[in-house]
């Protein structure tokens, strides 16, 4: 499997016992769509979108337009945020070239990802960096930005499994002790403004929300959001340059080394995000989990056990965010086509219960370390 096929905007968001979020996305603040957009996205008004003229021509005429000579090959990689595709290279390996989405990140804070990237590997953190070309990362062709990886093929994580889990750790610690000697100047931070309340915003200014369901999911929202702020604001946490969006399909094994893939959400925030998703199963099965994990880990940085009361809170913002974003990309084609559900009076009543549900986890005595 090529290592960006890893599905890096799925959302595939699995119930809280689980807590095994394999392929959802935290998707970057936007600003919220004008009233009423919603409603026009799904009554099917037709809205043209960038990714439209990328087309197979373009995506060879971007790689070769660098110096590399392709064998007219591309295959479409999964991925929904950006677009990703394996393109094959006369005589040599193939190459993954990603597609930025336009007018996501500036130049600044897609170089500074590129940064981080070289800084872990020259640290020897396994990671797949972009590959550099005549002194370069990011280009430009057709108005695209793009950046090319080499393929790295590997599997995600068992769920559960011990062992794995404690190389894991070690590897997140590794990538946090470098994420912890300087912050980011053009990336945003996880916080409860961006990935809460600005949601939230999003969901009701685009009426996405069935008017059936609209008042029991504001409601629900609200009270989720002032708990939240109620219980960052009494956790000590420090923010960190971290991975961001650390499900388990963003760490790929191959030959028994496990390597990082898909740094496109890295920013600030605290260690424990980038921790949380790797645990799965009901609490008693976590609590051993996140022993393992924190083995590995502390091998390599330190770990703030308070830090372990945010995974509630965490979760409660990733479960909005990731409505929002579906939200914020439904002029995206292969949005409606990829989650057709998404509007339907079934999936805003799975949300209101999951937020209530996650009310209540909120209110439950956190995990802790043994």
Request: hydrophobic share 40%.
């Amino acid at each position: 499997m090529p290592a960006k096929t890893v599905n890096d905007n799925a959302g595939n968001l699995t119930p809280r016992a689980a807590l095994w979020f394999f392929a959802s996305k935290l998707a970057p603040t936007a600003l919220p769509y004008p009233a009423g957009r919603g409603a026009l996205l799904r009554a099917g008004v037709r809205m043209a979108h960038p990714f439209e003229t990328l087309t197979p021509d373009l995506v060879l005429d971007a790689v070769e337009s660098i110096g590399f000579l392709s064998d007219a090959r591309v295959l479409a990689l999964n991925s929904y945020e950006n677009r990703v595709y394996q393109v094959g290279i006369e005589d040599a390996e193939p190459l993954i070239a990603k597609f930025y989405r336009p007018q996501r990140w500036t130049n600044e804070a897609i170089l500074e990802e590129h940064r981080f990237t070289f800084e872990l590997a020259e640290c020897d953190v396994p990671v797949v960096a972009p590959l550099v070309h005549n002194g370069e990362s990011l280009f430009e062709h057709a108005g695209f930005r793009f950046t090319l990886f080499p393929r790295r093929g590997g599997r995600a994580p068992e769920p559960g499994n011990l062992d794995q889990l404690y190389r894991l750790g070690q590897l997140l610690g590794r990538l946090h002790a470098v994420g912890s000697t300087r912050p980011f100047e053009h990336r945003e931070a996880l916080g409860v403004k961006n990935f809460g309340h600005d949601s939230l915003t999003t969901l009701l200014e685009g009426n996405f929300i069935p008017k059936s369901l609209l008042p029991a999911y504001e409601s629900v929202a609200r009270d989720l959001l002032k708990r939240v702020e109620e219980v960052y604001k009494a956790t000590p946490h420090k923010n960190i340059r971290m991975h961001g969006d650390c499900h388990p399909g963003n760490m790929m094994c191959r030959d028994e080394m496990f390597h990082i893939v898909d740094l496109d959400d890295c920013r600030m925030g605290p260690a424990v995000q980038d921790l949380w998703m790797m645990l799965a199963g009901d609490r008693q099965e976590c609590l051993g989990q996140l022993s393992e994990l924190m083995d590995g880990y502390q091998e390599f940085h330190d770990f703030d056990p308070r830090e372990l009361a945010l995974i509630e809170p965490l979760r409660a913002l990733r479960l909005m965010h990731y409505s929002a974003w579906l939200a914020r990309r439904w002029d995206d084609p292969a949005f409606p086509h990829s989650f057709p559900w998404f509007g339907s009076e079934r999936y805003w009543g799975d949300q209101v219960l999951a937020l209530r549900e996650q009310l209540s986890a909120l209110n439950e005595e956190p995990l802790k370390l043994f």
